[in-house]
């Protein structure tokens, strides 16, 4: 069977990447779509917030454990999406678990308004699933400012149609 192909969806706190993702996902057969959270939710004690400066080194071990988990599932034929938030200095990790297995590596940025994307996570903190999420609008300010600069325009719909055209002519891959 031929490797998979993987997306790394990517943004800030209430971009869409939850939404986006299992769109995008959905619309390959066979799909699977990894929360890179997940990986950062099981750290138990000494575990560091994630956007502090001094976590890096731990953000290296858990996202290589997410690379790994990405690329296990592209290297058995799936379509693979991997949505969190992963800034450009981390993706040297996913290109060394996909390169081995000859996995294409596709990279897209979304973003929404700061006012859209602070209400979301405000929204979210009543929800079940986001009870535990990033709340602190300080936090969510700094990570939305790091990636502003990038990304499409918002519409959950649009976008994942968008970003698998993008993904078939190329404009993706890393």
């Not at 799909?31 to 731990?58: N, T, V, Y």
């Not at 990405?70 to 379509?79: D, H, S």
């Not at 973003?111 to 996570?121: E, F, K, L, M, N």
């Amino acid at each position: 069977m031929a490797p998979g192909t993987v997306l790394l969806l990517t943004g800030s706190p209430g971009c869409g990447k939850t939404t986006i993702a299992p769109l995008v996902a959905d619309r390959h057969d066979p799909s699977a779509c990894l929360d890179l959270d997940w990986f950062f939710a099981k750290l138990r004690r000494g575990a560091i917030e994630p956007w502090r400066p001094e976590s890096h080194a731990q953000n290296r071990v858990v996202l290589h454990a997410a690379a790994e988990a990405v690329a296990g599932f592209a290297e058995g034929g799936y379509f693979t999406v991997g949505e969190g938030i992963l800034y450009p200095f981390m993706l040297d990790l996913f290109a060394a678990a996909c390169a081995p297995h000859g996995i294409a590596l596709n990279y897209a940025l979304l973003r929404a308004p700061i006012d859209v994307v602070q209400q979301r996570v405000q929204d979210r903190r009543s929800e079940p699933i986001h009870v535990a999420a990033l709340a602190d609008a300080g936090v969510v300010d700094d990570l939305w400012a790091q990636f502003e600069a990038y990304g499409v325009d918002e519409r959950p719909g649009e976008v994942a149609v968008e970003i698998d055209a993008r993904l078939g002519t190329g404009d993706l891959r890393l």
